[in-house]
Nanobody
Framework: QVQLVESGGGLVQPGGSLKLSCVGS????????VGWFRQVPGKEREFVAA????????IYGDSVKGRFTISKDNAKNTVYLQMNSLKPEDTALYSC????????????????????WGQGTQVTVSS
């Protein structure tokens, strides 16, 4: 079982930056791929970024490529999402999630692969 807690959300002006944190607890958290997803009420959940359990590979959604960076610190059981050049359309509830498969051989953006979810942290980009 893996438990996840997000933090770092808030209100930021367009063009600003935020860094989200996802702290994991439970057995072998560092051996699970972790993804970030976001959702706006009335819209489908959108994939943002993911980092493979070994930290070697990362993937990003098209709308955030070049602006967001995902990273991890195994010593702190934490996955980060650095968000730069924020736009109003980045406004959403951001949630992190851990893969269902221990040390999955590939990294995926499919939300169905992620079964452990945090409660989310709200990001609002507005002037």
């Amino acid at each position: 079982q893996v438990q996840l807690v997000e933090s770092g959300g808030g209100l930021v002006q367009p063009g600003g930056s935020l860094k989200l944190s996802c702290v994991g607890s439970g057995q072998s958290f560092s051996s699970y791929t972790v993804g970030w997803f976001r959702q706006v009420p009335g819209k489908e959940r959108e994939f943002v970024a993911a980092i493979k359990w070994n930290g070697v590979y990362t993937i990003y959604g098209d709308s955030v490529k070049g602006r967001f960076t995902i990273s991890k610190d195994n010593a702190k059981n934490t996955v980060y999402l650095q968000m730069n050049s924020l736009k109003p359309e980045d406004t959403a509830l951001y949630s992190c999630a851990a893969d269902r498969v221990y040390r999955r051989s590939f990294i995926t953006s499919d939300s169905a692969a992620y079964v452990y979810w945090g409660q989310g942290t709200q990001v609002t980009v507005s002037s």
